[in-house]
């Protein structure tokens, strides 16, 4: 990139020979002999770095430096003086200037500094674009009866410190819900950490939520804080909490209790202010009539029950939906958003999206994608069989997280119409998969498929 540094000096041989040492360097310039001068191109022209004389008649480079900074905060100002002293240098930086050279001009020097200013301001504006990004991600679309509930919920429930337990199937967009409970909270300048308990095995859970110390066990080279250390005065985010294990779950309750935790192979106790929310697509309820979920944990966490519904139940939002994951994917169309037809969108709205909002945003990446002309059309959406069983099952299936979750959800739907095949005729069933009949006895009733 070929960035554009604007010279502002009344004496003209500073200005021609910063102006040819800089186009040597592949720099293009433009010249201004006042300040006044300078102020005016740079309200025609997309500036990206300024060099600014101090000590010039009529406006001077400190009054300059501030009408630069409060009409354009974010353009790079180095002044530069034949006169210096600290307490100009302090002032200089104290109203914005990146930085500070004296004359005679060092092109060396001035080389380095236009480096490190370039870089600064790429790093600020890929600040503000993953900003804009994020907030652009983590925004709820829809506006159908279901949502606007949804939101009312969270945004009240967002102004206590509560824990929140957020309830609803896969794809429905629980981690939004837990990132506008943080934004929206007292806690939202401070840190929101995210834990996937269904992604972490046993044996390490304990070391990633209260870390450890050096030498804790093999591979511990280093002391490491945990996500509770790290939560501290913000918010902690247990996701697929109905997947952790008994054992962890006792575990865990007696930090949720006290807030405080000691590191694997430590001994020092550390108190934390973490307020946490948990989300799980699992009737908690019925895991403890199962056995499988600790009810006095259960207690602790559902004191703000929020359930986010499917998305086949709010499918006025649909359309919304749509827009905005092609707004969202124009990018991989060079930059240009394509369109799609109403046909197209009823026939997406027929569909009943198992695998709800995170199935339609993959459905609509992959439209993006493959379609070749620059509207979607139905008969681009019907080689996906959406309104069809086999693409949702398919997607929903792709969208576990775990190996042994999808390998069991394959195998009820393959036994399931099987069965259906064979008239539930379980013997039948057994000789066409090729299973013994106890074996298939035992998994219709361990995958609880109605026969």
Same mark, same amino acid.
């Given at each position: 990139?070929?960035?554009?540094? %604007?010279?502002?000096?009344?004496?003209?041989?500073?200005?021609?020979?910063?102006?040819?040492?800089?186009?040597?360097?592949?720099?293009? &310039?433009?010249?201004?002999? /006042?300040?006044?001068?300078?102020?005016?191109?740079?309200?025609?022209?997309?500036?990206?770095?300024?060099?600014?004389?101090?000590?010039?008649?009529?406006?001077?480079?400190?009054?300059?430096?501030?009408?630069?900074? *409060? /009409?354009?905060?974010?353009?790079?100002?180095?002044?530069?003086?034949?006169?210096?002293?600290? !307490?100009?240098?302090?002032?200089?930086?104290?109203?914005?200037?990146?930085?500070?050279?004296?004359?005679?001009?060092?092109?060396?020097?001035?080389?380095? /500094?236009?480096?490190?200013?370039?870089?600064?301001?790429?790093?600020?504006? !890929?600040?503000?674009?993953?900003?804009?990004?994020?907030?652009?991600?983590?925004? +709820?679309?829809?506006?159908?009866?279901?949502?606007?509930?949804?939101?009312?919920?969270?945004?009240?429930?967002?102004?206590?410190?509560?824990?929140?337990?957020? %309830?609803?199937?896969?794809?429905?967009?629980?981690?939004?819900?837990?990132? *506008?409970?943080?934004?929206?909270?007292?806690?939202?300048?401070?840190?929101?950490?995210?834990?996937?308990?269904?992604?972490?095995?046993?044996?390490?859970?304990?070391?990633?939520?209260?870390?450890?110390?050096?030498?804790?066990?093999?591979?511990? &080279?280093?002391?490491?804080?945990?996500?509770?250390?790290?939560?501290?005065?913000?918010?902690?985010?247990?996701?697929?909490?109905?997947?952790?294990?008994?054992?962890?779950?006792?575990?865990?309750?007696?930090?949720?209790?006290?807030?405080?935790?000691?590191?694997?192979?430590?001994?020092?106790?550390?108190?934390?202010?973490?307020?946490?929310?948990?989300?799980?697509?699992?009737?908690?309820?019925?895991?403890?009539?199962?056995?499988?979920?600790?009810?006095?944990?259960?207690?602790?966490?559902?004191?703000?029950?929020?359930?986010?519904?499917?998305?086949?139940?709010?499918?006025?939002?649909?359309?919304?939906?749509?827009?905005?994951?092609?707004?969202?994917?124009?990018?991989?169309?060079?930059?240009?958003?394509? /369109?799609?037809?109403?046909?197209?969108?009823?026939?997406? +709205?027929?569909? !009943?999206?198992?695998?709800?909002? *995170? !199935?339609?945003?993959?459905?609509?990446? *992959?439209?993006?994608?493959? &379609?070749?002309?620059?509207?979607?059309?139905?008969?681009?959406?019907?080689?996906?069989?959406?309104?069809?069983?086999?693409?949702?099952?398919?997607?929903?299936?792709?969208?576990?997280?775990?190996?042994?979750?999808?390998?069991?959800?394959?195998?009820?739907?393959?036994?399931?119409?099987?069965?259906?095949?064979?008239?539930?005729?379980?013997?039948?069933?057994?000789?066409?998969?090729?299973?013994?009949?106890?074996?298939?006895?035992?998994?219709?009733?361990?995958?609880?498929?109605?026969?």
């Amino acid at each position: 990139m070929k960035y554009l540094v %604007l010279i502002i000096d009344d004496e003209e041989n500073i200005r021609l020979s910063l102006k040819g040492g800089l186009e040597d360097e592949g720099y293009s &310039t433009v010249l201004a002999s /006042t300040a006044e001068e300078g102020l005016k191109i740079i309200e025609k022209q997309d500036i990206d770095l300024v060099f600014l004389d101090i000590w010039m008649p009529g406006m001077d480079g400190l009054q300059a430096l501030q009408e630069i900074k *409060r /009409t354009n905060p974010d353009l790079p100002v180095i002044i530069m003086t034949g006169h210096g002293s600290i !307490e100009t240098a302090v002032k200089a930086t104290r109203l914005g200037a990146l930085d500070f050279i004296e004359k005679p001009l060092d092109l060396n020097r001035i080389i380095i /500094t236009i480096n490190n200013a370039m870089h600064m301001k790429a790093l600020a504006d !890929e600040n503000v674009l993953l900003k804009k990004k994020s907030e652009k991600d983590d925004e +709820i679309i829809g506006n159908s009866p279901a949502m606007q509930r949804l939101k009312e919920e969270a945004d009240r429930a967002a102004a206590s410190d509560s824990w929140v337990l957020i %309830l609803g199937e896969n794809g429905t967009g629980k981690e939004l819900i837990a990132r *506008r409970l943080h934004k929206f909270s007292p806690r939202a300048n401070e840190p929101f950490i995210e834990v996937n308990c269904a992604a972490i095995p046993e044996e390490l859970i304990e070391s990633e939520l209260f870390g450890h110390e050096k030498g804790a066990f093999t591979g511990a &080279t280093e002391r490491k804080r945990g996500k509770f250390d790290l939560a501290n005065k913000g918010t902690l985010f247990l996701d697929e909490i109905g997947d952790m294990s008994l054992n962890t779950q006792a575990k865990i309750l007696r930090i949720l209790q006290e807030q405080r935790f000691e590191r694997v192979g430590g001994s020092q106790t550390i108190q934390v202010d973490v307020r946490v929310l948990t989300a799980t697509n699992k009737d908690l309820e019925a895991e403890i009539a199962n056995g499988r979920f600790r009810q006095d944990l259960y207690y602790r966490l559902n004191v703000i029950p929020i359930h986010v519904p499917p998305l086949r139940e709010r499918k006025e939002d649909i359309p919304a939906l749509i827009d905005h994951f092609l707004k969202s994917y124009a990018l991989l169309n060079n930059g240009v958003k394509k /369109t799609i037809s109403d046909a197209a969108v009823k026939k997406l +709205i027929q569909h !009943e999206w198992p695998g709800n909002v *995170r !199935e339609l945003k993959n459905i609509i990446e *992959r439209l993006v994608i493959m &379609t070749p002309g620059s509207t979607i059309g139905v008969d681009d959406v019907a080689p996906l069989a959406v309104g069809g069983r086999q693409a949702s099952e398919l997607d929903r299936l792709l969208e576990m997280d775990l190996l042994k979750d999808a390998r069991s959800e394959f195998e009820r739907i393959f036994i399931a119409r099987k069965l259906l095949q064979c008239g539930n005729n379980i013997s039948k069933t057994a000789d066409l998969i090729g299973v013994e009949r106890s074996n298939l006895h035992r998994k219709i009733k361990g995958l609880e498929i109605d026969v």
